[in-house]
């Protein structure tokens, strides 16, 4: 797991040494109730301001795209996490994760994203709708409904797990 800063001030360095400290065991608490890995995965830590920019470059790197992408979704949350040619790429807002509880959650939640992605045929789904996002390949109606319905019930799926950050409250 590589931790690197984006475009990240100083004052947010506490941020930053946080999901330093707990991201190995928020991976590991996903791998032990999902009994299920999440592969490599690297995080990049940055502010609300540069929150979409540092999506964007991980999602253009994930297609080869260097356009802009039509359609944007999710780059105004905590945290994002997408496919990458190693395995998964998070990006997570330490600024609007105000305590280390926000960043705990927010860590879990998209670890468990990172262990979705390895599962059969989800990484081809969301490579699909990033072509889609990028107008590089359009999705049909039904296949962009299909794959909107499957966002759905994975962040309902991740929201659920959340609740372990608890096992973290004492760590650090």
Same mark, same amino acid.
């Given at each position: 797991?590589?931790?690197?800063?984006?475009?990240?001030?100083?004052?947010?360095?506490?941020?930053?040494?946080?999901?330093?400290?707990?991201?190995? #065991?928020?991976?590991?608490?996903?791998?032990?109730?999902?009994?299920?890995?999440?592969?490599?995965?690297?995080?990049?830590?940055?502010?609300?301001?540069?929150? +979409?920019? +540092?999506?964007?470059?991980?999602?253009?790197?994930?297609?080869?795209?260097?356009?802009?992408?039509?359609?944007?979704?999710?780059?105004? #949350?905590?945290?994002?996490?997408?496919?990458?040619?190693?395995?998964?790429?998070?990006?997570?807002?330490?600024?609007?994760?105000?305590?280390?509880?926000?960043?705990?959650?927010?860590?879990?939640?998209?670890?468990?994203?990172? +262990?979705?992605?390895?599962?059969?045929?989800?990484?081809? #789904?969301?490579?699909?709708?990033?072509?889609?996002?990028?107008?590089?390949?359009?999705?049909?109606?039904?296949?962009?409904?299909?794959?909107?319905?499957?966002?759905?019930?994975?962040?309902?799926?991740?929201?659920?797990?959340?609740?372990?950050?608890?096992?973290?409250?004492?760590?650090?």
């Amino acid at each position: 797991m590589r931790i690197t800063p984006f475009k990240l001030g100083a004052q947010h360095q506490p941020g930053f040494a946080r999901v330093e400290a707990v991201a190995a #065991n928020c991976s590991g608490i996903v791998i032990r109730e999902l009994r299920q890995g999440t592969g490599h995965v690297d995080i990049l830590v940055t502010d609300r301001r540069h929150f +979409a920019e +540092a999506v964007v470059t991980v999602e253009q790197e994930a297609i080869g795209a260097t356009s802009r992408p039509l359609f944007s979704d999710g780059y105004d #949350n905590w945290g994002y996490t997408t496919v990458s040619a190693r395995g998964a790429v998070m990006v997570i807002d330490v600024e609007s994760c105000r305590t280390r509880r926000e960043i705990d959650r927010t860590l879990i939640h998209e670890h468990v994203h990172a +262990a979705q992605l390895r599962r059969p045929g989800i990484r081809d #789904n969301v490579l699909a709708g990033l072509r889609n996002n990028y107008g590089i390949s359009q999705l049909t109606t039904r296949e962009a409904r299909r794959l909107n319905r499957q966002v759905a019930a994975h962040e309902r799926e991740a929201a659920r797990y959340e609740r372990f950050e608890r096992q973290l409250r004492d760590f650090y």
